[in-house]
C-alpha cells in the first residue's frame, strides 16, 4: 500500500490529541533558529530566535495551495519549539490565498496547546486577504 502524506482535507488532520488519530505533526516540520526551509519552490520560511524567547519565522514568496500543508506543520513544529510565542513575518509575501489564510488558522489552534502565534508585520496582500476575511483580529496584535 502506498503512503501518502497527510493534507489539509483528510479526516485524520485533527489538532485534539484522543489518541486514536495518527500524529500528523509528527512528520519532519522542525525548523532550527537560523534555518530556512523551502516550500514547493515558491515559499520559504526562515526562523530567528528572539533574545526574549519566542522565535520570528519569516516567510516570503507566494503561499497557496501548494504550500501551504507544510507551512502549517513547519508553524505548528515552531510553536512547539518556542512556547514563548511565535511572531510572523509576512512582508516578503507575494501571493496570498485562502488555503494561505487555513494554515495560518489552522495553526492558530495550537495556541490552545500552549503556542502563541502573531502575525506582527505583513505585505498588502496579506492585509487584503485578512481584511475582506475579517480574521486581523484573530491573527495580530496592533498591526
Known sequence: MEQREPTMS??????????????????????????????S?????????????GAVAVI???????CAADLERCLVGAMRAHPEGLELDLSGVTFF???GLNALL??????????????????????????LTETRALLTRGC
Open 10 to 39: 483528510r479526516p485524520d488532520h485533527i489538532h485534539e490529541d484522543d489518541g486514536t488519530a495518527p500524529d500528523v505533526w509528527a512528520l519532519p516540520s522542525y525548523l532550527p533558529p537560523g534555518g530556512t526551509r523551502s516550500f
Open 41 to 53: 519552490d515558491r515559499a520559504t520560511m526562515s526562523l530567528a530566535a528572539r533574545g526574549t524567547g
Open 60 to 66: 516570503t514568496g507566494e503561499v497557496d495551495v501548494g
Open 97 to 99: 490565498d485562502c488555503a
Open 106 to 131: 489552522e495553526a492558530r489552534t495550537f495556541q490552545n496547546r500552549g503556542g502563541n502565534l502573531t502575525i506582527k508585520v505583513m505585505s498588502p496582500r496579506v492585509a487584503r486577504v485578512l481584511d
